[in-house]
């Protein structure tokens, strides 16, 4: 069965400091994708990356990096200089690529809320 | 191009009636999800549809059901509301599944049962 570990509950940095929110994921498929959700105060899941599993490159989208890591399951996002407006609270989720029911949703972690002090 | 739009954003209801919310996807998009959140349990997956066929469900009760309209709008039904339900329920669309395009979510509905 899929899983998404997100250890870190709560978060809390000084303006420009930079914070790394980790996620450890377990699936059985060799194939599968991952991606990072931001949830502000509105409540609307705002789509931030997508990577599949064969692509083991790290990502940079300005303040954003994501460092993705098969041997260790692990999918971690960097936010570099952190501002007041990242605050929220940010989801890891996980969709295997068979073609039953797995692969038509996302299983979610708990989610780690970022607070971002002025 | 506009997003997902859920409706109502909110709604408090009594125990025991039952409730429809409505999702009307990004136009082009035929597959929409609904998930529901709340705190003891996060997010969770309810039931996903493609034009008009619900291709994958949940571990919900059948109190929860769905359907999805030719126009790829899309319904949830609660019916027998409990207090449990009381959660924000989030409808996302995409033109396919999810691991190959990705979802679009919708603002939610705050669902409050008293």
């Known amino acids: 069965a899929q899983k998404v570990t997100q250890a870190q509950t709560e978060i809390s940095v000084v303006e420009k400091e930079d914070v790394t929110l980790d996620c450890v994921y377990e699936?059985?498929?060799?194939?599968?994708?991952l991606f990072w959700y931001k949830q502000p105060p509105s409540g609307e899941l705002v789509f931030l990356i997508r990577?599949?599993?064969?692509?083991?490159q790290n990502e940079i989208s300005g303040r954003y990096s994501w460092n993705f890591q098969k041997s260790t399951s692990s999918f971690n996002f960097t936010i570099t200089a952190s501002q007041v407006v990242d605050s929220a609270v940010y989801f890891c989720?996980?969709?295997?690529?068979?073609?039953?029911?797995?692969?038509?949703?996302?299983?979610f972690g708990s989610g780690t809320q970022l607070t971002v002090l002025p | 191009k506009a997003g997902v739009t859920q409706t109502p954003r909110y709604l408090i209801k009594t125990r025991g009636q039952q409730v429809t919310l409505s999702c009307s996807p990004i136009?082009?998009?035929?597959?929409v999800s609904w998930y529901q959140q709340t705190p003891g349990q996060g997010l969770q997956f309810l039931f996903e549809?493609?034009?008009?066929?619900?291709?994958n469900k949940g571990n919900f009760p059948g109190r929860f059901s769905g359907r999805q309209f030719s126009n790829s709008r899309s319904e949830m039904n609660v019916s027998t509301l409990e207090l449990g339900d009381s959660a924000l329920y989030l409808c996302?669309?995409?033109?396919?599944?999810?691991?190959?395009?990705?979802?679009?979510f919708g603002s939610g509905t705050r669902l409050t049962v008293v």
């Open positions: 989720a996980l969709s295997e690529a068979r073609s039953s029911g797995s692969a038509r949703q996302l299983t």
């Open positions: 990577r599949n599993s064969f692509d083991e």
């Open positions: 699936t059985r498929d060799t194939t599968y994708y």
């Open positions: 136009s082009g998009h035929r597959s």
């Open positions: 996302a669309s995409s033109l396919g599944q999810v691991g190959d395009y990705g979802y679009t």
């Open positions: 549809y493609f034009s008009e066929t619900q291709r």
